[in-house]
């Protein structure tokens, strides 16, 4: 299946102040767009091309470096865009998946603070995570592209800290932009979609 670069579900200046319309630009039309570029030349000959992402990021892990990369990156922000909202972020955290943070995370401060700690650790590239695993919530980190999905997890919420993700707003200040988003831009309801699905 080729992979098709997404349109923003919101405008570019949507998220601003705390993430940029130049941010935005280069990373879904930059960034993004180079992961999807290619990996469909990747695709080819893989063996992969009739699978669904899900599929080409499992089977590629640790079999097809190059594939595995870009295909992760893509599922990344494929739901990294959603991860985020116009004021989003904070304690509005829908009923469900509310609870699940309080009695499998400790409750919303510790996962806010256990949550950015995973950003601001994970040396050089790579994504913190809020996932499902054996039912349960968990917090992780992955370097560069890999994600919980090759470690038997579903990830319900993942904040990109590569340094194209904040340095044009933040400079090298990754956990003042972990703040901004977690406190600002997280949109619990996609989040809470997804851990429905997981919890299914």
């Not at 865009?81 to 509310?98: N, Q, R, V, Y």
Request: proline letters at 4%.
């Amino acid at each position: 299946m080729a992979f098709e670069l997404p349109p923003l579900p919101y405008d570019y200046e949507a998220l601003q102040p705390f993430m940029s319309k130049e941010t935005l630009e280069f990373h879904h039309d930059k960034h993004h767009q180079a992961y999807v570029t290619n990996g469909n030349k990747l695709l080819e000959g893989s063996g992969l091309e009739d699978k669904s992402l899900e599929d080409v990021v499992k089977q590629s892990y640790s079999k097809n470096a190059g594939l595995f990369n870009n295909a992760a990156q893509h599922y990344n922000h494929i739901h990294f865009w959603k991860w985020m909202k116009k004021d989003g972020g904070g304690t509005k955290i829908p009923g469900a998946l509310a609870k699940a943070i309080d009695s499998d995370l400790g409750g919303y401060d510790k996962f806010k603070a256990d949550f950015m700690q995973a950003g601001a650790t994970q040396f050089g590239s790579g994504w913190c995570w809020l996932t499902v695993r054996d039912g349960k919530l968990e917090i992780t980190k992955t370097p560069n592209g890999e994600n919980p999905l090759v470690h038997g997890g579903a990830p319900i919420l993942g904040c990109d800290v590569w340094e194209h993700s904040y340095y044009i707003d933040y400079r090298n200040a990754r956990p003042k932009y972990l703040e901004a988003w977690v406190d600002s831009l997280i949109n619990w309801d996609y989040a809470l979609e997804l851990y429905e699905k997981a919890m299914a």
